[in-house]
């Protein structure tokens, strides 16, 4: 990932929000407001308002249990997620988004395959306390979690009394509950959620949602409202703050022209901005033909040139053959993205 980053702040140690809630009793309140909506699901922006506590699954496609589908120590996020010791990553199973060029659609959209991936919210924790203790991770990267924020938030409280203290990554599609994401306040730490279209027509036909736009740009403000600006550590590695990800896409169907001038305008010049390359034709892309071949050097260049234009000198750009190295298969042993 080749780096633009320049004028990203630093910080002192500042202890993670959820353990002050945690011993207000806070955390607790919000955790049971959160699993009461449960009953009549309203957690991500379909409303699906089924009882997932008495096991009925909606568009998402999970019930209560969560559905782990992995856990390691990730090295390949942007250099202040994975630092030195990685970043500790749980990939969740289940989707509330049903996109056709899903690189984890192996998790994400098989329903069958994750009901063998169900866990207890003590299995979660004890996952959380494995990634802290043994692995040495630098934080908790909550991968696709908007489904299951009261089960992460069950397993907080339990990991807590055992040491639990890594900041905690929400590491989201951007398709969130602006109501959801407000009961987060003070307790997430970093907010990687991705800037995914700026138009409606292509969140309907590319991922299932037809009110992408307005839900990701909401939840965007929110979390920039919460956490503000990426800050680091003297070591350069994240403490608090929001990193925007967008993938560029062939024939420009990411809208990044309208969306990055949106993120500048409307959220924060200063903001930590992570450009992916990554896109290859996973899936069912093929089923949509300019989906059907990885992006070019003139639409990367396109994107880059943007960058220039709108001044934005914060965060990362992948080089241009990082589809190579971002192809995961979780049907692997341990890590999903080592191959071998």
């Given at each position: 990932?080749?780096?633009?980053?320049?004028?990203?702040?630093?910080?002192?140690?500042?202890?993670?929000?959820?353990?002050?809630?945690?011993?207000?009793?806070?955390?607790?309140?919000?955790?049971?407001?959160?699993?009461?909506?449960?009953?009549?699901?309203?957690?991500?922006?379909?409303?699906?308002?089924?009882?997932?506590?008495?096991?009925?699954?909606?568009?998402?496609?999970?019930?209560?249990?969560?559905?782990?589908?992995?856990?390691?120590?990730?090295?390949?996020?942007?250099?202040?997620?994975?630092?030195?010791?990685?970043?500790?990553?749980?990939?969740?199973?289940?989707?509330?988004?049903?996109?056709?060029?899903?690189?984890?659609?192996?998790?994400?959209?098989?329903?069958?395959?994750?009901?063998?991936?169900?866990?207890?919210?003590?299995?979660?924790?004890?996952?959380?306390?494995?990634?802290?203790?043994?692995?040495?991770?630098?934080?908790?990267?909550?991968?696709t979690p908007s489904h299951y924020v009261p089960q992460i938030l069950e397993a907080v409280i339990e990991a807590v009394p055992?040491?639990?203290?890594?900041?905690?990554?929400?590491?989201?599609?951007?398709?969130?509950?602006?109501?959801?994401?407000?009961?987060?306040?003070?307790?997430?730490?970093?907010?990687?959620?991705?800037?995914?279209?700026?138009?409606?027509?292509?969140?309907?036909?590319?991922?299932?949602?037809?009110?992408?736009?307005?839900?990701?740009?909401?939840?965007?403000?929110?979390?920039?409202?919460?956490?503000?600006?990426?800050?680091?550590?003297?070591?350069?590695?994240?403490?608090?703050?929001?990193?925007?990800?967008?993938?560029?896409?062939?024939?420009?169907m990411a809208g990044s022209e309208d969306s990055l001038r949106w993120l500048v305008g409307e959220v924060s010049p200063d903001?930590?901005?992570?450009?992916?390359?990554?896109?290859?034709?996973?899936?069912?892309?093929?089923?949509?033909?300019?989906?059907?071949?990885?992006?070019?050097?003139?639409?990367?260049?396109?994107?880059?040139?943007?960058?220039?234009?709108?001044?934005?000198?914060?965060?990362?750009?992948?080089?241009?053959?990082?589809?190579?190295?971002?192809?995961?298969?979780?049907?692997?042993?341990?890590?999903p993205f080592e191959k071998g």
């Amino acid at each position: 990932m080749g780096e633009i980053w320049y004028n990203i702040r630093y910080m002192e140690y500042i202890e993670p929000g959820y353990l002050k809630l945690y011993r207000s009793g806070e955390l607790s309140r919000r955790v049971g407001k959160l699993k009461s909506r449960l009953h009549a699901c309203d957690i991500c922006p379909h409303n699906c308002k089924i009882d997932r506590l008495a096991g009925e699954r909606g568009f998402c496609g999970a019930a209560y249990l969560p559905a782990v589908a992995s856990y390691c120590a990730h090295r390949g996020e942007e250099p202040p997620i994975s630092g030195t010791r990685g970043s500790g990553t749980i990939f969740f199973g289940n989707c509330n988004m049903r996109c056709l060029y899903c690189q984890n659609y192996q998790i994400s959209q098989d329903r069958q395959a994750q009901l063998q991936n169900e866990v207890t919210v003590s299995d979660l924790a004890r996952d959380m306390l494995y990634l802290q203790d043994e692995l040495k991770c630098h934080n908790i990267n909550l991968v696709t979690p908007s489904h299951y924020v009261p089960q992460i938030l069950e397993a907080v409280i339990e990991a807590v009394p055992a040491g639990f203290h890594l900041p905690l990554v929400y590491n989201t599609s951007g398709y969130d509950s602006l109501e959801t994401i407000q009961l987060l306040d003070g307790i997430i730490d970093i907010y990687l959620p991705d800037l995914r279209y700026a138009d409606d027509r292509w969140g309907k036909e590319l991922s299932g949602v037809a009110d992408y736009v307005e839900r990701d740009r909401a939840a965007i403000k929110e979390m920039y409202r919460q956490v503000g600006n990426l800050g680091l550590d003297t070591a350069g590695v994240a403490l608090r703050g929001l990193i925007v990800r967008h993938l560029i896409l062939p024939e420009q169907m990411a809208g990044s022209e309208d969306s990055l001038r949106w993120l500048v305008g409307e959220v924060s010049p200063d903001i930590a901005l992570s450009v992916m390359a990554q896109y290859y034709p996973a899936h069912r892309a093929h089923r949509v033909p300019a989906l059907s071949r990885r992006i070019t050097y003139e639409e990367y260049a396109e994107v880059t040139a943007l960058l220039h234009r709108l001044d934005i000198n914060n965060g990362w750009v992948q080089e241009m053959d990082a589809s190579e190295n971002y192809q995961p298969d979780f049907s692997r042993e341990g890590h999903p993205f080592e191959k071998g």
